[in-house]
């Protein structure tokens, strides 16, 4: 027993002391209880994983029956092997740094206890969700980190907007959980288990002739699951608006960690990928296609989180492209190092919006460079490591995700190049609209550097995101996915390589070289440069397509008219007929006792006859 | 005087008591009634820690005659499946009391006086093991509701309770005439010893006597349930209902449909309860989306309540009918769970009635500022309803999905689309009620709990918690009752087939299994 309950035990306990006693706790207490219990459960991720070593087999403890009933079994089980390995390391460590820089950028901020409460809880579930031995347990996290993500998107509740994004996240969110649920209900009903160890065994020694059709049936609705929890196409359209949260929260649930919630299951689940083709393809096109979708998208944003969470959609469509060509474990390397470069760009982006009073419009910065030096040369390692320009960290990863894409499918690879080009433009697009030319905003506003709280976690991820490329995540997942990588190819990687530079030499041309032309470039390309502007008008069509008729007809098909009309106008209209049959009924009730006891014989007689045709009393 | 006995006498003695105390001593009146729930309460933990998941029998079993002729004999018992039940029905109770002591103030003795009494009914409905003992606490249970709603509702609350009345009654009639004729053929109204002639083979029914008893019962429950379209009573009946009747109405009552299901149609009439499963089964996937999407354009916060039950007794039923172990205990389960979640909405419904003196959810908005503790309580309530992972509804909609898919993966792709449009409903309701910036009447008249209010949801929060991570303690009992029920259906089934032609009985046997 190595007690690895106690990393999620840790910040479940820090959520529950801030939660009962924060509101009234000094800030101090709020700080150590909500900050401290992170730190610990690093630790003790830490302290665990040098316990457990190489991990050649995966380390299971088992605690209590959650449910019991008949012959399925559902045990709070909690997993570490190679893959959690990675996950705790990466929730754990990277949640640390973004609790620290909260302490600084939510000083000013009333619920400050609350914030930390909500984050704490957060740090639980997902811990729970990478830990989790069997699929049930593995949605409780799912669930739960969805839960999170809903209260902190909605954390400045007062704002009509905020409660709006957090509602329409959890809804969308359930959508694809329906399909994760569905496909639960279809392991237990085949399969007679929910733990991972021996699912996986019966998917892989089962013949695949008899359950290929099951198999594709389940991992497309895992992938369901996938691409609402992490934002893929058709579900993505949560996440920008998820940006009403503050930006701590953007960056650690909805850029580092919860979203790739789905890269995670889908690694998990690799064993039934694998048996699975039809399944896996998808997973690939729905990854390219939203890598290059969400990419076009961010190129035309003004605001400067919005352009991030455009990037972090399209990221997440790389891991998937990684997975989807069988490449697990280059998606969850992608996964590792855009949880570094990701994190920075939102925190430094929070730092730009802590300078500027709460400014995120892009046309309203400027020039920063020199008021914030800290958060502009920070940025710009997140910014290098993202464009994919070698040796720093996105480059690895996304070049052994492209080189299985090309492996797999030229087309594939083609459209992650076109991608990395369009990734590297609109990211630096960002960094010289904030940092270079001349200050657009208010004249009255003097920006300002951010406190050491903050620049501090700045420094540390800009040190991940330019080295984290050489942790070697690949070969220490080697073991868990037995896909064989292929082999280096120069000349793919350099196509890559022109492709990252050539986007960023494009974004210096646009916007500091020649300042003006992007507008003029715009207004040329007219009704293009709208579509993409107005984000193809998606959220618009799924409000004409789905939630209007659903709401419309709610409410005057099913409500009005057929419950109120129709079931109850039979049941009042009945009510009315049984009343004018009162009235019959009531001249029976002459007060003539002779014609009571008339009636009363005529009801005895019935009753007997009755019972001599049925058989009677005995 | 076994402890079954003792809380099933002490409410009346409970409502003699209150009687007795002068109607204008207010304070008194509530006290005891506070009292003796409490009390009741009290003893029926007692039946839980005394109970013996293990036994295969009814335990605490009274059995004496009480009327001679015919034959009607004061038996009561309870296995697993009543045992939570009853549970749930002395728990609700004092949470009645507590949540009318402002409330009420006319008629104060009468009410509490009813309210006690009513307990006996519910607590006797899910104990009796004799089918007239049955009917009458049925019927005992529903006058008092009937004038809770009847004399201390709201502006239509006539029209609500006769409407509530004549729809339980027309089905509880047919219910009696199937009793009755039950009685005829089986000359006891002993309900074991009516089971134990038909698994015997002693005791036949032809198809047609079958299926005709199977729906004078089926109907009775399914009014009570209720199950669509027979739903139509229940919003109006919340709606006009006080607090304390809208929180026994839905934690307790429905559950007697539900019981009522479980207990007698499908042992007592297994070829019929699967004959008819398939159309049973798809009313409830309709009960279950179509009073979602009801639920969602409500502009009335205890008809949206009302509607959502009528979603989440779809569940119950669907589980029933699955046939399945699983099913049955996630049916079970998710009673309870429905009790308690739904019971503290309208707790909480009412507590937001009293300070604002509206039921229009846009009268409201902005709640979570001046009652931060109201607005936390009601947010945990809101997510143990949709189902939310580590609360009590989760279990019990996973288990039922779960059984359902083993049977009919349809079903569960159709049922599931309830637990997305849950979401829907009641975050929306949420957002209108408790975000956003707090309007001038809202400020003014909306403060947080009291030490009351805090009483009387309390329980029912740390059992939504409690209910959805540590289900072993309620889970063991619940399957071996289910178990026992499932066995009963099989069996029959299978005598059943004997006077079939050969062809077809080798099918049968196979479904059945």
Redesign the interface.
């Given at each position: 027993m190595l007690h690895l309950w106690l990393i999620p035990a840790f910040p479940l306990a820090g959520f529950l002391l801030n939660g009962l006693f924060g509101?009234r706790a000094p800030k101090l207490f709020v700080n150590l209880v909500g900050v401290g219990s992170v730190a610990l459960s690093f630790l003790w991720v830490l302290n665990t994983l040098a316990a457990l070593g190489p991990l050649e087999t995966p380390h299971i403890e088992r605690y209590?029956?959650?449910?019991?009933?008949?012959?399925?079994r559902i045990g709070f089980d909690l997993v570490a092997d190679r893959l959690s390995a990675v996950m705790m390391l990466v929730v754990t460590g990277v949640g640390l740094l973004i609790h620290v820089y909260s302490i600084g950028y939510m000083a000013h901020e009333s619920g400050y206890y609350r914030f930390f409460a909500y984050l704490n809880l957060f740090m639980f579930f997902m811990l729970l969700l990478v830990m989790a031995g069997n699929f049930?347990l593995l949605?409780?996290g799912w669930?739960?980190v969805g839960?999170c993500s809903?209260l902190l998107i909605?954390f400045w509740?007062?704002k009509?907007s905020a409660?709006?994004a957090g509602?329409k996240a959890?809804?969308v969110n359930?959508?694809g959980?329906?399909g994760f649920?569905?496909a639960?209900?279809?392991i237990?009903?085949h399969f007679g288990t929910l733990d991972f160890d021996p699912v996986f065994a019966a998917v892989r020694e089962r013949p695949l002739e008899t359950d290929a059709g099951l198999l594709t049936l389940v991992a497309l609705l895992l992938l369901v699951g996938a691409t609402g929890k992490s934002a893929q196409v058709p579900l993505y359209v949560w996440l920008p608006d998820a940006m009403e949260g503050p930006t701590p929260v953007s960056a650690l649930i909805h850029a580092a960690t919860m979203v790739t919630a789905g890269v995670y299951m889908t690694a998990r689940c690799a064993p039934i990928y694998l048996q699975a083709p039809i399944a896996l393809e998808a997973v690939a096109w729905v990854g390219a296609f939203t890598a290059f979708f969400a990419a076009t998208i961010g190129l035309a944003q003004h605001d400067i989180k919005k352009v991030f969470a455009y990037s972090t959609i399209s990221q997440l469509g790389y891991m998937f492209l990684g997975a989807g060509v069988g490449a697990f474990s280059a998606g969850i390397y992608h996964l590792v190092t855009h949880a570094f470069f990701k994190a920075l760009l939102f925190l430094g982006a929070g730092s730009v919006i802590h300078a500027l009073g709460g400014e995120q419009d892009l046309r309203r910065m400027g020039g920063l460079r020199k008021q914030a030096p800290v958060t502009f040369w920070t940025l710009l390692c997140a910014a290098v490591a993202i464009a994919g320009v070698p040796p720093f960290s996105g480059f690895h990863s996304k070049d052994a995700i492209l080189l299985a894409a090309h492996h797999h499918s030229p087309a594939l690879y083609w459209i992650g190049v076109v991608t990395a080009a369009l990734t590297a433009f609109y990211v630096f697009r960002a960094l010289f609209l904030a940092f270079f030319g001349d200050y657009r905003g208010d004249p009255h506003h003097h920006p300002h550097e951010s406190p050491p709280v903050m620049t501090v976690p700045l420094m540390a991820l800009a040190a991940l995101s330019l080295a984290g490329g050489y942790f070697g995540v690949p070969a220490w997942l080697e073991p868990m996915f037995p896909v064989s990588e292929p082999a280096h190819d120069v000349a793919l990687v350099v196509v890559s390589v022109i492709a990252g530079l050539a986007g960023i030499a494009t974004a210096w041309w646009f916007y500091v070289a020649r300042p003006g032309l992007a507008d003029r470039v715009a207004a040329q390309l007219g009704g293009l440069y709208q579509l993409v502007y107005n984000k193809y008008f998606v959220d618009e069509i799924y409000g004409a397509a789905v939630v209007r008729p659903?709401?419309e007809?709610?409410?005057k098909l099913?409500?009005r008219t057929?419950?109120v009309s129709v079931?109850?106008g039979m049941?009042n209209g009945l009510?009315a007929r049984a009343q004018s049959l009162g009235d019959v009924l009531r001249r029976i009730q002459s007060g003539n006792v002779r014609s009571y006891a008339a009636w009363v014989l005529f009801g005895a007689v019935l009753v007997v006859v009755a019972?001599g045709f049925?058989?009677?009393?005995? | 005087m076994t402890l079954l006995n003792l809380c099933l006498a002490l409410p009346v003695a409970g409502f003699l008591l209150i009687l007795a105390i002068p109607k204008e001593n207010h304070r008194a009146i509530r006290t005891a009634a506070l009292a003796v729930s409490l009390l009741v309460f009290g003893l029926s933990l007692g039946l839980a820690v005394r109970f013996d998941t293990s036994l295969p029998a009814y335990q605490f079993v009274t059995n004496v005659p009480w009327i001679a002729s015919p034959a009607i004999r004061y038996h009561v018992g309870i296995d697993g499946l009543s045992l939570w039940l009853v549970i749930l029905s002395t728990l609700l109770t004092p949470v009645g009391v507590l949540v009318s002591w402002r409330y009420i103030d006319r008629r104060v003795k009468e009410f509490y006086a009813l309210l006690i009494l009513m307990e006996s009914g519910l607590i006797g409905v899910f104990v009796a093991l004799d089918l007239f003992l049955f009917y009458v606490f049925w019927e005992v249970s529903l006058i008092p509701m009937y004038f809770l709603i009847g004399v201390w509702g709201h502006e239509r609350r006539i029209y609500a309770a006769v409407k509530f009345f004549l729809f339980t009654m027309a089905g509880s009639v047919l219910m009696l005439a199937a009793i009755i004729y039950l009685y005829t053929q089986a000359a006891t109204f002993d309900y074991p010893a009516i089971l134990s002639l038909v698994a015997e083979g002693r005791l036949r029914f032809s198809p047609l006597e079958e299926t005709l008893l199977f729906l004078g019962f089926f109907l009775a429950f399914a009014i009570k349930v209720p199950l669509f379209p027979l739903h139509t009573w229940l919003p109006d009946a919340h709606v006009e209902a006080p607090t304390a009747g809208s929180v026994i109405l839905a934690s307790v009552m429905l559950k007697m449909g539900t019981y009522g299901l479980l207990r007698f149609s499908l042992p007592l009439f297994p070829s019929a309860s699967r004959e008819h499963a398939p159309w049973i089964a798809v009313l409830a996937i309709i009960g279950i989306i179509y009073g979602a999407l009801v639920a969602m354009v409500q502009p009335n916060m205890k008809k949206l309540v009302a509607y959502s039950s009528v979603s989440h007794l779809g569940f119950v039923v669907l589980g029933i009918f699955s046939f399945t172990q699983l099913g049955l205990d996630g049916a079970v389960y998710q009673m309870l769970n429905h009790g308690i979640s739904t019971g503290a909405l309208f707790v909480l419904v009412g507590f937001l009635y009293e300070r604002r003196h509206s039921l229009e959810i846009a009268d409201y908005g902005g709640v979570a500022t001046p009652a931060p503790n109201l607005a936390v309580v009601f947010m945990i309530t809101t997510l143990a309803s949709i189902g939310l992972p580590v609360l009590n509804n989760f279990v019990g909609e996973y288990l039922v999905l779960q059984g359902t898919a083993q049977v009919n993966f349809r079903w569960t792709v159709f049922a599931a689309i309830g637990i997305i449009l849950s979401a829907c409903y009641m975050l929306w309701l949420y957002q209108r009620a408790f975000f956003g910036a707090a309007p001038e009447p809202v400020r003014a008249h909306v403060h947080d709990l009291s030490p009351r209010e805090w009483s009387a949801i309390l329980p029912l929060v740390v059992l939504m918690v409690w209910m959805g991570t540590a289900t072993q303690t309620f889970l063991p009992p619940i399957g071996a009752a289910n178990a026992r029920i499932l066995e009963h259906t099989r069996q029959n089934v299978e005598f059943h087939v004997k006077q079939r032609p050969p062809g077809a009985a080798s099918a049968e046997v196979a479904r059945a299994r």
């Open positions: 509101r209590f029956t959650w449910i019991q009933s008949g012959e399925l049930l949605f409780v669930e739960g839960l809903y909605g509740f007062l009509k409660a709006d509602k959890f809804i359930r959508i959980d329906f649920s569905l639960i209900y279809l237990v009903a659903v709401v007809g709610s409410e099913a409500w057929l419950d079931i109850d049941v009510g019972f049925w058989g009677g009393w005995q | -």
